[in-house]
C-alpha cells in the first residue's frame, strides 16, 4: 500500500487503480492531508475538505453547475450531451429555479408524509416475497429489494403505469454510468441509447398526459407541463428533466438501501443497537448517507478568477466536489471512519447544500427509513451469502449485487417498528 503523501501525488480521477473502488477512503483522507485542493493531469481540480466543498456548493456565482463545456469534449453533439446539459441537476437560474420550484411542489413534507402507507405496503410485499423463499434461500438484496423501492416511488411521482416500468432502471444505470470519469466506447453507446429510447417513451406518457391531466398535488409530469406562474418548460426541458427525476431518485436511493444494508454487516454492534432501538433508523439513514455516500462526487467551473484555501484558479478550472471525502473530514465528523448510527448533530453533504441540495431528499430519507427499518424487523439475523460485490464506479458508490441469507424469520406476529 503506498503511503498517504504517494497516494495524494499520485491522485487522478481519469487513472483510478482497481483498489480505490473496493475502498475510496484512504485516497481521500490522504489528499485531505497533502493535497486538499489537488491539481490533476487535465487542469481541474479535486476537492477533498468539507469546508472547501460547503463553500462551493454556496458560491454559485463563482462555480457554476452549468456543464457544456465539461461535457461536450466527453459526449460530443450527441443525445447525452442534450441531457445532462438540459436536466436541472446540471444548469444554473434562471433554469434551475424555474424546474427546481415546480418540482418541490410535489415533494413537500405533507406530499411526502401521504406517500408513506403505499410506499410500507410495497416494502411489504417485497419482504413476503423474501420470506415465501423459505429457510436458506439466497436473495440479491439489490435486485429483489433495494432498487425495486426507488423505481416504484420514481413512477408513482410521474404516474408511469405499473406495465410500462419495466425499462426504467436499465435506462437510469446506463444513463448515469456515462457520468463516470472515464467512458469506454460500450458504455458512450449505452447512454446514448437509452437516452434515445426514454425520450421516445416520455413524449407518448406527455401526450397521454396532456389528454388526460393527473392531480397536480400529487403528479410531478403533470405540474411540469402546466408550468407555474405563466412559465412553462420548453419540450426539451420537459422531458430531460422527467429523466432527471428517474435518474435522481433512483441510482441513489438504490444505494442508500444497499449501503446502509451492507454497513450493518460490517458493524454488528450498531446494528445490534438499531434493532433493539428501532426509533434511530431516523439518524442511521443520515449516517449510512454520510459513511457511504451514494454520489460520491460532483462538479463545478470557475466563472472568474478566484482562490480555494490559497489555491489560484484560473477562470473556467474545472473544480471536483469531494462528496465522499468532505462526509469523512475529521474537522467536523468526530471518529469519521468509524459507523455511529445515532451520530449527532450530522451535516453531511450527501444531498449536496445550496441552492442545488437535493429537492427528493425528504422523499429519500423516508424510502431509507422505510426500507431498513421493516428489514430489520422481519429479517434481523440476515448474513452474507457471498462477498458483496461493488459497482465499478467512482461518482456513484453502490453495489452490483448483495447476496444474502434472510431466515431465520421472525414470527409474523412480531410488530414492525414505526417509521414516522
Not at 445490534?272 to 439518524?283: D, F, H, K, Q
Not at 465528523?333 to 455511529?340: G, I, K, S
Request: aromatic share 6%; net charge negative; with cysteine.
Amino acid at each position: 500500500m503506498p503511503d498517504a503523501r504517494d497516494l495524494a501525488e499520485d491522485f487522478d480521477l481519469k487513472r483510478l487503480p482497481d483498489s480505490f473502488y473496493d475502498d475510496p477512503y484512504p485516497t481521500y483522507r490522504a489528499l485531505r492531508e497533502h493535497a486538499p485542493v489537488r491539481r490533476m493531469a487535465d487542469g481541474g481540480v479535486f476537492l477533498s475538505r468539507y469546508a472547501d466543498v460547503v463553500a462551493v456548493y454556496k458560491d454559485t456565482a463563482t462555480f457554476s453547475s452549468d456543464k457544456h463545456e465539461e461535457f461536450f469534449p466527453k459526449y460530443g453533439a450527441s443525445p447525452l450531451f442534450e441531457h445532462h446539459t438540459t436536466s436541472l441537476v446540471f444548469n444554473d437560474p434562471p433554469l434551475h429555479t424555474r424546474v427546481r420550484r415546480l418540482i418541490a411542489g410535489a415533494l413537500t413534507p405533507r406530499h411526502i408524509a401521504a406517500m408513506e402507507q403505499r410506499l410500507v405496503g410495497r416494502v411489504d410485499s417485497l419482504l413476503d416475497v423474501m420470506a415465501a423463499r423459505g429457510s436458506g434461500a439466497e436473495i440479491d438484496l439489490i435486485a429483489a429489494f433495494a432498487s425495486a423501492i426507488p423505481v416504484e416511488i420514481i413512477g408513482n411521482l410521474l404516474a408511469v403505469p405499473n406495465e410500462e416500468r419495466a425499462p426504467l432502471r436499465d435506462w437510469s444505470l446506463a444513463i448515469l454510468g456515462a457520468l463516470e470519469p472515464t467512458l469506454t466506447d460500450e458504455q458512450l453507446e449505452r447512454g446514448n441509447r437509452a437516452v434515445r429510447e426514454f425520450l421516445l417513451y416520455l413524449e407518448g406518457l406527455v401526450e397521454r398526459r396532456r389528454a388526460e391531466p393527473g392531480d397536480p398535488e400529487v403528479d410531478v409530469l403533470t405540474r411540469l407541463i402546466a408550468g407555474e406562474g405563466g412559465e412553462t418548460l420548453s419540450a426539451p426541458e420537459l422531458l430531460h428533466n422527467c429523466i432527471f427525476l428517474l435518474n435522481a431518485g433512483h441510482e441513489t436511493t438504490t444505494n442508500l438501501i444497499g449501503n446502509g444494508l451492507a454497513c450493518l454487516l460490517a458493524w454488528p454492534d450498531e446494528k445490534a443497537r438499531l434493532i433493539a432501538e428501532p426509533a434511530l433508523v431516523r439518524t442511521a439513514v443520515d449516517e449510512f448517507l454520510r459513511f457511504e455516500s451514494s454520489n460520491q462526487l460532483g462538479n463545478r467551473i470557475t466563472t472568474c478568477a478566484t482562490e480555494i484555501a490559497g489555491v489560484e484558479l484560473a477562470p473556467r478550472t474545472q473544480v471536483t466536489i469531494g462528496i465522499g471525502a468532505a462526509n469523512r473530514d475529521p474537522e467536523p465528523f468526530a471518529d469519521p471512519d468509524r459507523l455511529d448510527i445515532g451520530r449527532t448533530p450530522n451535516r453531511h453533504v450527501a444531498f449536496g447544500s445550496g441552492i442545488h441540495q437535493c429537492v427528493g431528499m425528504g422523499l429519500a430519507r423516508l424510502e431509507g427509513r422505510v426500507a431498513i427499518g421493516r428489514f430489520l424487523a422481519r429479517f434481523p439475523d440476515y448474513r452474507l451469502a457471498a462477498p458483496a460485490l461493488r459497482q465499478r464506479r467512482a461518482r456513484f458508490r453502490g453495489h452490483a449485487r448483495l447476496l444474502a441469507v434472510v431466515d431465520p424469520l421472525l414470527p409474523p406476529s412480531r410488530p414492525c417498528p414505526r417509521t414516522a
